[in-house]
């Protein structure tokens, strides 16, 4: 079968397999890396597709699996104490030179993996619970706790290195100097 | 002489210039962080498709001042709705790059060689 019906199908997927892709492992080089080994192993599993099913997700389950044991594998390596994950988050490029998303992206990849990977699913890729669920092998109810909380654990880190990031005002300035509890 | 003060902010006090060292303050830095996004992104997308108890709330700073006292910062809807929506700029903007050639080119070749080989 060669009518360039599984290429069409692995190709529109190749958008969404890399920006998932780029959010998990917060390096473009290495996004597309994963996305070329999803793409052969989708190539050489298609049988193993149930026609009828989420293709999409397939793919997002494929490509979700191979990170984690490349994640699994580096992390034996080198430990990510030198935040590899988290210094590679920052030099995706800029594609807005917005100040908050740049934020966005810093604070996401302190996000531990299971609650960054569900966040992902739903919060930007906009797939359903039950999808979510199904790409990373859990429960339902898992994949809502983890969203939960990632996005409060996210909205906290964004309060405070907004806070940092923005200069204070001449009235918090001064509130601070003089009001300050005492270490 | 600080201890006494709490953290609520003096209305009137005079400078005290002696004591100048910046101590971190977790409302402070709460309320500084809000204060710091940007207001224009804050009238769309539910964050996460929570939409729950999504209360109109204008952009009141006194509000937040008294609701910023607590140590935890509480996740205001349009905080959360504005990273929900940063969130999805940020991937949307991924998936709008496109992608290198190299895809195209690899799935090409995988097709090639399976035409070849039947």
């Not at chain 1, 590899?84 to 531990?112: C, D, H, K």
């Not at chain 2, 709460?30 to 939409?51: A, M, Y």
């Amino acid at each position: 079968m060669t009518d360039g019906s599984r290429r069409k199908m692995i190709l529109a997927a190749v958008p969404r397999l890399r920006a998932f892709a780029i959010s998990l492992t917060g390096s473009a080089d290495r996004a597309d890396d994963l996305v070329q080994e999803t793409v052969l192993r989708a190539w050489t599993h298609f049988d193993s597709f149930q026609m009828g099913t989420n293709f999409n997700a397939w793919l997002f389950t494929i490509l979700r699996n191979l990170f984690r044991s490349d994640y699994r594998k580096l992390k034996r390596e080198v430990a990510d104490s030198d935040g590899f994950y988290s210094q590679r988050m920052l030099s995706i490029p800029e594609q807005t030179g917005n100040v908050e998303l740049a934020e966005l992206r810093s604070a996401l990849a302190e996000l531990p993996l299971d609650q960054r990977e569900a966040l992902i699913l739903i919060g930007a890729d906009g797939r359903s619970y039950e999808e979510a669920a199904q790409i990373c092998g859990c429960a339902v109810g898992t994949i809502k706790s983890r969203v939960n909380r990632a996005r409060t654990r996210l909205a906290r880190m964004l309060l405070i290195h907004g806070a940092e990031d923005f200069g204070p005002d001449a009235e918090t300035a001064a509130v601070l100097s003089r009001d300050a509890p005492a270490p | 002489m600080n201890a006494e003060l709490g953290s609520r902010p003096p209305t009137n006090r005079p400078n005290n210039l002696a004591s100048t060292k910046r101590v971190p303050c977790p409302w402070n830095k709460s309320l500084r962080g809000r204060v710091g996004l940007h207001p224009e992104l804050s009238d769309i997308v539910g964050f996460l498709g929570n939409n729950r108890d999504m209360t109109e709330e204008s952009e009141g700073r006194p509000s937040h001042a008294r609701r910023a006292k607590s140590k935890k910062p509480t996740l205001s809807p349009e905080i959360q709705k504005r990273i929900g929506r940063q969130l999805q700029d940020l991937y949307v903007g991924v998936v709008q790059q496109g992608f290198p050639d190299r895809f195209t080119e690899l799935l090409r070749r995988l097709d090639a060689a399976e035409a070849s080989s039947e």
